[in-house]
């Protein structure tokens, strides 16, 4: 009957700090912030589709960067 989880604990000491940080601001975020702006039924309701279009939205990013990042290094091999 120990009142943290072991288990979390665990996962937790191995996580990188950007990533357990991440989590925090996420969690903390979520749990005081957009539940008493929105409200608990909204907040329930739409949380997934906020999380996959955030993370939608960060992979178009990605992929445009990524594409861009091609095109002008292709161009500069190119001789004249």
Do not use: N
């Amino acid at each position: 009957h120990i009142p943290i989880s072991v288990i979390g604990v665990a996962g937790g000491t191995f996580t990188a700090i950007p990533s357990a940080t991440t989590l925090l601001i996420g969690g903390l975020s979520g749990k005081f912030i957009f539940k008493r702006m929105l409200g608990e039924d909204w907040w329930q309701k739409y949380r997934a589709v906020i999380i996959a279009g955030a993370g939608t939205g960060i992979g178009v990013g990605v992929g445009i960067a990524a594409g861009l990042a091609i095109i002008l290094r292709s161009m500069w091999a190119v001789r004249y």
